[in-house]
T-cell receptor
Framework: SQQGEEDPQALSIQEGENATMNCSYK?????LQWYRQNSGRGLVHLIL?????REKHSGRLRVTLDTSKKSSSLLITASRAADTASYFC???????????????FGRGTQLTVWP | DAGVIQSPRHEVTEMGQEVTLRCKPI?????LFWYRQTMMRGLELLIY????????DSGMPEDRFSAKMPNASFSTLKIQPSEPRDSAVYFC????????????FGPGTRLLVL
């Protein structure tokens, strides 16, 4: 499968703590994205990192990318109860020209932040 | 700006009935995607269109599923006949670019087939 795989499947932390989620994938990529899904809602794009970058920040989010290991991590600092959601990584699979335009999503990490 | 619009938001039907899900992508977007999400299988891509043309329908589970995009602002996903195993949340998403950039998801249609 070309899908990314997130680790852990579930993460439970207290407010104020940092949350780290990992993603591994199998193919070459142009970029990797992270999405968030609140219960009962659609996915919402959080951040995109291109394959020639190693790190990107956006507010309380920090994404790292290691293309040699085909892995990425999403760090949420100073977590809040409102961060409770599922988080998905998605890759574009650049070496599959026939699938241009699509993304490959993982199964997601369910993050619970307790107040 | 309006995001991706899906209708209906909830659908309850009986096995054997036809179900039609609708999607209006964000204006100007040239890619449209239909996904299905279940606890067991996660998020699955069913089919996607580029400029109204189906590009990859390999994720469509079987002939009971069909999708159309008659114009740039409207797409349908039809299940005929529906079965209980089709129960899931169906998402439509759209994006704007020839590369796989950000996808914008609709709120989803929660389908229950009894």
């Amino acid at each position: 499968s070309q899908q990314g795989e997130e680790d852990p499947q579930a993460l439970s932390i207290q407010e104020g703590e940092n949350a780290t989620m990992n993603c591994s994938y199998k193919t070459s990529i142009n970029n990797l994205q992270w999405y968030r899904q609140n219960s009962g809602r659609g996915l919402v794009h959080l951040i995109l990192i291109r394959s020639n970058k190693r790190e990107k920040h956006s507010g309380r989010l920090r994404v790292t990318l290691d293309t040699s290991k085909k892995s990425s991590s999403l760090l949420i600092t100073a977590s809040r109860a409102a961060d409770t959601a599922s988080y998905f990584c998605a890759t574009d699979g650049s070496d599959r020209g026939s699938t241009l335009g699509r993304l490959y999503f993982g199964r997601g990490t369910q993050l619970t932040v307790w107040p | 700006d309006a995001g991706v619009i899906q209708s209906p938001r909830h659908e309850v039907t009986e096995m054997g009935q036809e179900v039609t899900l609708r999607c209006k992508p964000i204006s100007g977007h040239d890619y449209l995607f239909w996904y299905r999400q279940t606890m067991m299988r996660g998020l699955e891509l069913l089919i996607y269109f580029n400029n109204n043309v189906p590009i990859d329908d390999s994720g469509m589970p079987e002939d009971r599923f069909s999708a159309k995009m008659p114009n740039a602002s409207f797409s349908t996903l039809k299940i005929q006949p529906s079965e209980p195993r089709d129960s899931a949340v169906y998402f439509c998403a759209s994006s704007f670019t020839v590369t796989s950039e950000t996808q914008y998801f609709g709120p989803g249609t929660r389908l229950l087939v009894l």
